[in-house]
């Protein structure tokens, strides 16, 4: 893998989690019998799921290491009310969906990390 791209790993996971996360909760929403059908708990649901995909899209786009650091910590708190409020929903798939997320997020910290580091010889 380029090195160029293996920042982009984190970021990636990051948006598959938010958009699996998405599709969970637009079933929760619009599916009969599953408890929260039409709920306002639900909606939100949606909407903190596609500002997570839209934070995920910007991540890898940012230059500087303090607006890096700004954004994760923004989409750690998005990521901590998402898996809280599918807490409150009892929708386990969400909260499975954002621990994910959690994983490219830590991912991306990582690996940003490891290719700002100079090689040592």
Known sequence: MPQSRTPRLGA????????????????AY???LTGVNGSLG???????TIILAVMALILP??????ARN?????ILLAL???????LLLHQWWICVAMVVG????????????????????
């Open 30 to 32: 619009f599916t009969p």
């Open 102 to 121: 959690l994983i490219g997020l830590i991912l991306d910290m990582a690996l940003a990390n490891r290719t700002a580091r100079p090689a040592h010889s």
């Open 80 to 86: 901590a009310g998402t898996f809280f409020a599918a």
């Open 70 to 74: 700004v954004w994760r910590v923004l």
């Open 12 to 27: 990636i996971v990051l948006l598959v989690a938010s958009i699996v996360g998405l599709a969970i909760a637009l079933y």
């Open 42 to 48: 639900a909606l939100v649901a949606i909407l903190a």
């Open 61 to 66: 786009a940012l230059k500087g290491n303090a």
